[in-house]
C-alpha cells in the first residue's frame, strides 16, 4: 500500500532590496522569511550545509518538523517540493542541502523527505499508466563518445532485465529523426536520453543530439507519445548541469511528465543511479521514491548523490500501475480416472424364428392357387367303364347334398390348413414381436339351392 503525501512546498521568489523571499507552505500553514545565502564553497559537503542553513532557516524548519509529526500519526509522507524562480538560484544543486552535523540530515535520500522540484506549469499531470507486463525503455546515446554510457547503464540493469520487470532497447547515434522513428517503432513509457553536450542557460538553453536542439523542439519531439512518462537526460561529463536543468524544466512544463537530470555524473555513477531507480520504478514505486532510492544507492557507493534532480508535478508520483499477468492454468490432473463403460451392443432381434420373405401375402395368395389346382386333379369325371351309377330319388326332397364345388372347396382348406400347420413356429417358444399380418379366411356356405334329383329307371330299360 502506497502511503499518503503530504506536500511541503518551500518557495523562493524574486530578489527585492531585502533580498530573495523564502516562503514555506504546508497542511494549511505558512511561513514568509528571507532567503540568507551564504558563499558557496565546492567541496560537496561543506556545500550541501551551506545550502540547508539557507534553505532551512528557523521559521521553516519548525513548520517542517510539525508536519512531520502529523504526517506520521496520519502514517504518511512528506514531499519537499522546490519552487525557485530565479534563474540564478534555479542552477544551484538544491539537492546537496543538508543539516546537521555528526549525524546530517539530507532530506534528498530519505523516503520521509522526498525532494523533488516543481515547475510553473498549471497543467494537470498525466495520469498513472496502467502497465501489464514488464516497462519498456528506450536508452538513445548521441554519436561520438555518448555512445560509452551503454555498457555501465546494460550492467546495472540487467537484473530487472534477467527478472523481467524491464525490457531496454537501445538506440547508437541517435538523432532527432532516428529518434523519432525508434519511438514509433516501440513502445516507450521512459527514455533515457544520453546527449553529446548541454550549453546555455535559461531559454537559451540547447543539447547536442546529432544537431542543435531547444526545449521547445525536444518537447515538439516527444509530444506524440502518450505512454512517456519518464525522461531521463544524461551528458557526458563536462556539459553544463545548468542547461541540463533549464531543458528539463521547460520540457517538464510543457508536457507535464517526470524529468529527471544527472548532471555531472560519470557514467559509471549514472549506471549506479539508472540501475536502482529504474528498477523500483518498474516495481511500481512511486517516481519520488525511486529517485530517492537512486541517491541512496549512489551515496551507499561514494558517489556524487546530490546531482540528480527531479521535475515532478504534485499528485504526478505515481507513474506505472503494474496489472499481475493472467496466471498460467494448472495442467491438467494425471490422476487416473474410472474407465468410461462400454457403449450399449446393437439391438438384436428378440429369441424366435423370424418370419421368412417368402412368407408375404404375394407368396401366400400364390400357394393357395396352386393347392386349389392339385385338389381339382382328384374329382373324378368319368371312368373307362361309363359312368357312375346315380342313385334314385324319392319323391319327397330329401336332405341336401354337398355340390362338387364345395367339396372341392373344402379339399383345397383342408390342404391348406395342413400347409399352414407346417409352417408355423411352435406356440411353447416365444415368437419375436411382429406386426400382425393377415391372412386370407376361407368361409363354408351352406348351400342354399335344392340339388336337382334324378328319376327311378328300371333296370334294363334304356
Not at 530519505?110 to 499531470?125: H, I, W
Request: charged content about 15%; aromatic content about 4%; overall charge neutral.
Amino acid at each position: 500500500m502506497v502511503s499518503a503525501v503530504i506536500p511541503f512546498q518551500i518557495s523562493i521568489g524574486g530578489r527585492s532590496s531585502a533580498g530573495y523571499g523564502l516562503r514555506a507552505t504546508g497542511a494549511g500553514r505558512e511561513v514568509e522569511t528571507r532567503l540568507q545565502l551564504p558563499a558557496l564553497p565546492s567541496d560537496p559537503s561543506a556545500l550541501g550545509l551551506a545550502l540547508g542553513q539557507a534553505l532551512f532557516p528557523v521559521p521553516v524548519r519548525q513548520l517542517l518538523i510539525e508536519l512531520a509529526h502529523e504526517a506520521d500519526e496520519a502514517d504518511a509522507r512528506l514531499q519537499i517540493q522546490l519552487s525557485v524562480v530565479p534563474s540564478e538560484l534555479a542552477v544551484l544543486p538544491w539537492e546537496w542541502a543538508t543539516l546537521g552535523g555528526a549525524t546530517p540530515w539530507s532530506p534528498a535520500v530519505r523516503d520521509d523527505y522526498a525532494l523533488v522540484r516543481v515547475g510553473r506549469s498549471v497543467a494537470r499531470p498525466r495520469p498513472a499508466l496502467t502497465v501489464t507486463g514488464p516497462l519498456r525503455l528506450l536508452v538513445a546515446c548521441a554519436p561520438g563518445p555518448a555512445a560509452r554510457a551503454a555498457g555501465p547503464l546494460g550492467h546495472a540493469l540487467a537484473a530487472p532485465v534477467q527478472a523481467g520487470a524491464l525490457v531496454i532497447d537501445l538506440l547508437r547515434d541517435a538523432d532527432p529523426a532516428a529518434l523519432r522513428e525508434a519511438l514509433s517503432e516501440e513502445l516507450c513509457h521512459a527514455l533515457h536520453l544520453v546527449v553529446g553536450d548541454a550549453t546555455g542557460t535559461g531559454i537559451t538553453a540547447r543539447l547536442r543530439l546529432g544537431r542543435g536542439l531547444d526545449a521547445a523542439g525536444l518537447a515538439t519531439l516527444l509530444e506524440g507519445y502518450p505512454d512517456l512518462r519518464l525522461l531521463t537526460l544524461a551528458a557526458d561529463p563536462g556539459a553544463e548541469a545548468g542547461a541540463l536543468a533549464a531543458l528539463a524544466a521547460a520540457v517538464h512544463d510543457t508536457l507535464g511528465i517526470a524529468v529527471v537530470t544527472l548532471g555531472n555524473l560519470a557514467h559509471a555513477e549514472a549506471g549506479t543511479f539508472s540501475g536502482a531507480c529504474y528498477a523500483a520504478v518498474a516495481a511500481g514505486t512511486p517516481v519520488d521514491l525511486a529517485v530517492t532510492d537512486g541517491r541512496a544507492a549512489l551515496e551507499a557507493a561514494g558517489g556524487a548523490w546530490g546531482e540528480p534532480r527531479l521535475w515532478l508535478m504534485s499528485g504526478g508520483e505515481q507513474l506505472f500501475i503494474q496489472t499481475p499477468t493472467a496466471a498460467p492454468q494448472p495442467p491438467p490432473s494425471r490422476r487416473p480416472t474410472a474407465p468410461e463403460p462400454p457403449p450399449p451392443p446393437p439391438p438384436t432381434a428378440p429369441v424366435g424364428t423370424p418370419m421368412r420373405p417368402s412368407r408375404d401375402a404375394a407368396s401366400f395368395g400364390r400357394t393357395a392357387t396352386k393347392a386349389l389346382a392339385k385338389a381339382r386333379a382328384f374329382v373324378v369325371a368319368a371312368t373307362a367303364v361309363g359312368e357312375p351309377a346315380q342313385r334314385s330319388r324319392s319323391a319327397e326332397p330329401g336332405p341336401g347334398l354337398l355340390q362338387p364345388k364345395l367339396v372341392v372347396l373344402l379339399v383345397a382348406c383342408l390342404i391348406l390348413a395342413l400347409m399352414i400347420s407346417r409352417v408355423l413356429p411352435d406356440r411353447s417358444a416365444t415368437p419375436p414381436p411382429a406386426l400382425p399380418t393377415p391372412s386370407p379366411t376361407i368361409s363354408l356356405l351352406r348351400p342354399t339351392m335344392p340339388v336337382p334329383v334324378l328319376p327311378p329307371t328300371a333296370v334294363g330299360q334304356p
